[in-house]
């Protein structure tokens, strides 16, 4: 099931080629339609969002805001223990995020100048959440408890509408565990314009997350620079690095379980041991039998499934750091040992009983993760992405005297004499 190569400069770039080949060109047909959208959400605000879900969602809504008998009634269609799953993840995810906050601080010298910095959280986030065969309850509280711990005033969330005018209760649930503060059906690139822009119904946000389709993800380019986003994320990726130690159970398992996201999800395994990547490879064909997505998985594994066999695990990581995939297992005897070398991840699984699901639902760290290479300078969504810094600084009248002179003479050097002005007026 995965095409097998050994490690050399070719199987390298060829696999650095095809994932980069993953991104696909620019539609410009989609682009000529999020476009329009988008500027008929400007102009037209409530009304075109009510005509594009009638178009798009095939529903006639009169209010746009999900109400509160509409959640409380989700509450009695969705298990118990479901529920009770939900509120532990969102335990572990809240405690995470917690230990990430940051302080503002102030540093005070002797000679009567201080200086500092604020940490300021922003006031509205948009969170987009898919609908319809694509609910995922996990991203809510991804995408939401972050903000919540960096303290954000007003949490704003979409999701598409189903046919019959309401939203899936999983996903309704999730948004209530979360604490977000409002949700509305609207989906697509409808949705991003509103929270961008601002109509009757939905206030203009600071920054939107959230995972969505082409269309969506398009909105999102489009509308940044009005708004913050979190990323424009590509299809999903997995890594799996192991040694002869390692079941193959496990690793062809943890391999299958991106590959069902998409067609173009890529999953890759790095080895030391033939006898393993063979062994892999054979339980992979076995397993995919049994999933209800193996159609996906097929396509997804024959042009993306990927196995290379290296000469040592030093090698295997170097190899991972180039590609920088979105999620890694060191599925090894001391997975500790290896973490400090590995320098581009979006997250990082230790030991043989951390698959990514572990990440992706409930262990705590965020399943929001740069793609398609990005990990060598994005991070993970965090408390950090729903913050502002903004710094201060005072000088008695003792330390402005005292830096005057340097200030004008870089001033000057630079041609700025106003600057170097409002220097001179306060000598005089």
Same mark, same amino acid.
């Given at each position: 099931?995965?095409?097998?190569?050994?490690?050399n400069?070719?199987?390298?770039?060829l696999?650095?080629?095809?994932?980069?080949?993953? #991104?696909?060109?620019?539609?410009?047909?989609?682009?000529?339609?999020?476009e329009?959208?988008?500027?008929?959400?400007?102009? #037209?605000?409530?009304k075109?969002?009510?005509?594009?879900?009638?178009?798009?969602?095939?529903?006639?809504? #009169?209010?746009?805001?999900?109400?509160?008998?509409?959640?409380?009634?989700?509450?009695?269609?969705?298990e118990?223990?479901?529920?009770?799953?939900?509120?532990?993840?969102?335990?572990?995810?809240?405690?995470?995020? &917690?230990?990430?906050?940051?302080?503002?601080?102030?540093?005070?010298?002797a000679?009567?100048?201080?200086?500092?910095?604020?940490?300021?959280?922003?006031?509205?986030?948009?969170?987009?959440?898919?609908?319809?065969t694509?609910?995922?309850?996990?991203?809510v509280?991804?995408?939401?408890?972050?903000?919540?711990?960096?303290?954000?005033?007003?949490?704003?969330?979409?999701t598409?509408?189903?046919?019959?005018?309401?939203?899936?209760p999983?996903?309704l649930?999730?948004?209530?565990i979360a &604490?977000v503060?409002e949700?509305y059906?609207?989906?697509?690139?409808?949705?991003?314009?509103?929270?961008?822009?601002?109509?009757?119904?939905?206030?203009?946000?600071?920054?939107?997350?959230?995972?969505?389709?082409?269309?969506?993800?398009?909105?999102?380019?489009?509308?940044?620079?009005?708004?913050?986003?979190?990323?424009?994320?590509?299809?999903s #990726?997995?890594?799996?690095?192991?040694?002869?130690?390692?079941?193959k159970?496990?690793?062809?398992?943890?391999?299958?379980?991106?590959?069902?996201?998409?067609?173009?999800a890529s999953?890759?395994f790095?080895?030391?041991?033939?006898?393993?990547?063979?062994?892999?490879?054979?339980?992979?064909?076995?397993?995919?039998?049994?999933?209800?997505?193996? &159609?996906?998985?097929?396509?997804?594994?024959?042009?993306?499934?990927?196995?290379?066999?290296?000469?040592s695990?030093?090698q295997?990581?170097?190899?991972?750091?180039i590609i920088?995939?979105?999620?890694?297992?060191?599925?090894?005897?001391?997975?500790?040992?290896?973490?400090?070398?590995?320098?581009?991840?979006?997250?990082?699984?230790?030991?043989?009983?951390?698959?990514?699901?572990?990440?992706?639902?409930?262990?705590?760290?965020?399943?929001?993760?740069?793609?398609?290479?990005?990990?060598?300078?994005f991070?993970?969504l965090?408390?950090?992405?729903?913050?502002?810094?903004?710094?201060?600084?005072?000088?008695?009248k003792?330390?402005?005297? &005292?830096?005057?002179?340097?200030?004008?003479?870089?001033a000057?050097?630079?041609?700025?004499t106003a600057?170097?002005?409002?220097?001179?007026?306060?000598?005089k």
């Open positions: 099931m995965l095409r097998i190569f050994k490690f400069e070719e199987s390298r770039d696999v650095i080629k095809e994932l980069k080949d993953r #991104e696909g060109k620019e539609d410009k047909k989609i682009l000529n339609s999020v329009e959208i988008i500027s008929k959400v400007r102009d #037209e605000k409530d075109a969002l009510k005509e594009l879900t009638k178009s798009f969602d095939g529903v006639e809504l #009169e209010d746009l805001r999900v109400s509160d008998e509409e959640i409380e009634e989700a509450f009695s269609l969705v118990d223990d479901f529920i009770e799953s939900l509120q532990k993840a969102k335990k572990n995810i809240y405690k995470f995020h &917690e230990m990430q906050k940051g302080n503002s601080w102030i540093n005070t010298e000679n009567g100048v201080y200086m500092g910095q604020r940490i300021i959280p922003l006031d509205k986030v948009g969170v987009y959440v898919p609908g319809g694509a609910a995922y309850p996990s991203s509280l991804m995408n939401t408890i972050p903000a919540k711990v960096a303290g954000v005033n007003k949490i704003v969330m979409t598409p509408p189903s046919k019959n005018g309401k939203v899936n999983y996903i649930v999730a948004a209530k &604490e503060d949700v059906k609207v989906g697509g690139a409808q949705a991003i314009a509103a929270l961008a822009y601002g109509t009757e119904s939905i206030e203009k946000v600071d920054k939107i997350v959230g995972p969505g389709n082409i269309y969506v993800a398009t909105a999102k380019k489009l509308v940044f620079g009005s708004v913050d986003i979190d990323m424009i994320a590509g299809p #990726e997995i890594l799996v690095i192991s040694d002869e130690t390692s079941k159970e496990y690793i062809a398992a943890d391999l299958l379980s991106q590959a069902e996201h998409d067609v173009l999953s890759i790095l080895t030391t041991s033939e006898e393993l990547l063979n062994g892999v490879c054979e339980e992979m064909e076995k397993q995919t039998r049994e999933l209800s997505r193996k &159609e996906i998985i097929t396509k997804s594994m024959s042009k993306y499934g990927i196995g290379i066999l290296c000469e695990i030093e295997c990581i170097e190899l991972s750091n920088s995939p979105e999620h890694l297992e060191l599925m090894v005897a001391n997975p500790m040992e290896l973490l400090g070398k590995v320098k581009n991840a979006g997250s990082v699984f230790l030991g043989q009983y951390t698959p990514e699901p572990v990440g992706d639902y409930f262990g705590g760290p965020n399943h929001v993760l740069p793609t398609s290479g990005t990990a060598r300078f991070s993970a965090s408390t950090d992405s729903f913050i502002k810094k903004s710094s201060y600084i005072y000088y008695s003792e330390a402005f005297y &005292e830096a005057s002179k340097d200030i004008i003479n870089l000057s050097k630079e041609g700025l600057h170097a002005n409002s220097i001179k007026v306060r000598l």
